[in-house]
């Protein structure tokens, strides 16, 4: 009885051991953010050794998650849900079913998952996007763009792209009586990182006459060139999106040559002649002190010309928006950016505002100081969480989300 005990004792410790994760103190119900990590860990666990025994693809392990999570576009009383194609892409189409006095918003929405995991069908992003169309009353086109490791960039910005242009021509938003003047760009993450790239497109392209009149970039990533900012720092290891994944989506983002990965790893991988562009991404200048967190910024150490060269795209203002000069930041629509406190990507989202502010963008800027990455989506049990639905409300609510010209 007393070996059966202790045993029972050993494996209880073991378990709450590999469960425990350290969680900042302000975070809301941090049992059940340490219990959703675990999921993530040991599938991340599973992957890395899929992958080394030549099995799977890491990424297509992780994609479980996303099939797992995954559900049937299902109508209800308030919204229309279908899946369909538009321009050649695969989307989730909401369409709000209560009659509207003229024509109606739309949002074009863009999933977040590393450009290498995650579905519009997912059960967070199906809630996000129905209660978007629900509550506003708006048509919702949430986007199935082509994922990594089977397609690299541009691949996933042209499936959004070509989405977003086919979306603003007259006639197709006459289709689905959307008013021209009433149409915004959204995106979490990886998706915030194409919503602010398909905006910055969208203000050279001559071919399109309807231009966005907002864009919502919820804690998106920004930019590649340097990954040794404050939050990367502070939030190494934190539950959801370490550095070091973080790190894996980007450079499977545009190959899944490993050599990258460790360039990126060690931060050496910007060759000298591209050295002008970390003027876009200096965070002593573009950080407030209070989030630089003692930390002193160190000039760049530049890489081998070799691997920018094989791979040009970790230096394409498509991939990475935050290069973008002031002048091609000019015209860009008001702008509203959510960034979370425990989160390696908050500083791109603050260096973006700090930006868009100076070349004289409409910004509204949201921090939340007890949010984590992946919060918005935390919406639906059994993972639901107050952070979710406390920060889906305020951007569903935000003024500079809905300027006058979407009301």
């Known amino acids: 009885m007393g070996a059966k005990l202790l045993c029972l004792c050993i494996a209880f410790t073991l378990v709450a051991y590999y469960i425990y994760s350290p969680i900042p103190e302000n975070v809301e119900q941090p049992w059940k953010l340490m219990l959703v990590s675990t999921v993530f860990r040991t599938l991340g666990h599973v992957a890395e050794a899929?992958?080394?025994?030549?099995?799977?693809?890491?990424?297509?392990?992780?994609?479980?998650?996303?099939?797992?999570?995954?559900?049937a576009p299902t109508s209800d009383e308030n919204v229309t849900v279908t899946d369909t194609e538009l321009s050649g892409v695969a989307v989730r189409l909401f369409l709000p079913k209560k009659p509207a006095d003229g024509l109606q918003r739309a949002v074009l929405y863009f999933h977040g998952g590393g450009w290498c995991v995650g579905d519009a069908g997912m059960k967070g992003y199906d809630f996000l996007a129905r209660r978007t169309s629900s509550q506003l009353n708006a048509v919702v086109v949430s986007v199935n763009y082509r994922l990594a490791p089977k397609y690299h960039f541009p691949v996933q910005f042209e499936d959004v792209y070509s989405v977003s242009k086919f979306f603003l021509q007259s006639r197709v938003l006459s289709q689905y009586g959307v008013d021209p003047?009433?149409?915004?760009?959204?995106?979490?993450?990886?998706?915030?990182?194409?919503?602010?790239?398909?905006?910055?497109?969208?203000?050279?392209?001559?071919?399109?006459?309807?231009?966005?009149?907002a864009q919502a970039l919820i804690y998106p990533a920004l930019q590649t060139l340097d990954l040794n900012l404050p939050s990367y720092h502070q939030n190494?290891?934190?539950?959801?999106?370490?550095?070091?994944?973080?790190?894996?989506?980007?450079?499977?983002?545009?190959?899944?040559?490993?050599?990258?990965?460790?360039?990126?790893?060690?931060?050496?991988?910007?060759?000298?002649?591209?050295?002008?562009?970390?003027?876009?991404?200096?965070?002593?200048?573009?950080?407030?002190?209070?989030?630089?967190?003692?930390?002193?910024?160190?000039?760049?150490?530049?890489?081998?010309?070799?691997?920018?060269?094989?791979?040009?795209?970790?230096?394409?203002?498509?991939?990475?928006?935050?290069?973008?000069?002031?002048?091609?930041?000019?015209?860009?629509?008001?702008?509203?950016?959510?960034?979370?406190?425990?989160?390696?990507?908050?500083?791109?989202?603050?260096?973006?505002?700090?930006?868009?502010?100076?070349?004289?963008?409409?910004?509204?800027?949201?921090?939340?100081?007890?949010?984590?990455?992946?919060?918005?989506?935390?919406?639906?049990?059994?993972?639901?969480?107050?952070?979710?639905?406390?920060?889906?409300?305020?951007?569903?609510?935000?003024?500079?989300?809905?300027?006058?010209?979407?009301?």
């Open 236 to 407: 190494a290891d934190m539950p959801v999106l370490s550095k070091s994944l973080m790190v894996r989506f980007w450079s499977e983002y545009f190959t899944s040559d490993p050599s990258l990965r460790e360039a990126i790893t060690s931060n050496r991988h910007v060759p000298a002649q591209w050295g002008h562009l970390f003027q876009f991404v200096n965070w002593s200048t573009l950080l407030p002190d209070r989030m630089k967190k003692g930390h002193v910024y160190t000039g760049p150490v530049f890489g081998s010309p070799a691997l920018a060269k094989k791979y040009p795209g970790f230096l394409d203002r498509r991939a990475a928006p935050l290069l973008a000069a002031e002048a091609q930041l000019r015209g860009l629509p008001p702008t509203y950016i959510l960034t979370c406190e425990h989160d390696v990507l908050r500083d791109d989202g603050v260096m973006y505002a700090t930006r868009l502010k100076a070349a004289g963008v409409p910004v509204t800027h949201e921090h939340a100081e007890d949010g984590f990455h992946g919060a918005l989506i935390f919406v639906t049990s059994p993972a639901d969480m107050a952070v979710g639905h406390r920060l889906l409300g305020r951007c569903l609510c935000c003024p500079a989300l809905l300027p006058r010209s979407l009301n």
């Open 50 to 71: 899929a992958e080394r025994l030549g099995l799977a693809n890491y990424m297509d392990v992780l994609m479980l998650f996303s099939t797992a999570e995954h559900v």
């Open 181 to 213: 003047t009433r149409v915004c760009v959204a995106g979490d993450s990886a998706g915030g990182n194409l919503a602010a790239a398909v905006a910055q497109k969208l203000l050279e392209d001559s071919e399109v006459t309807t231009k966005l009149k």
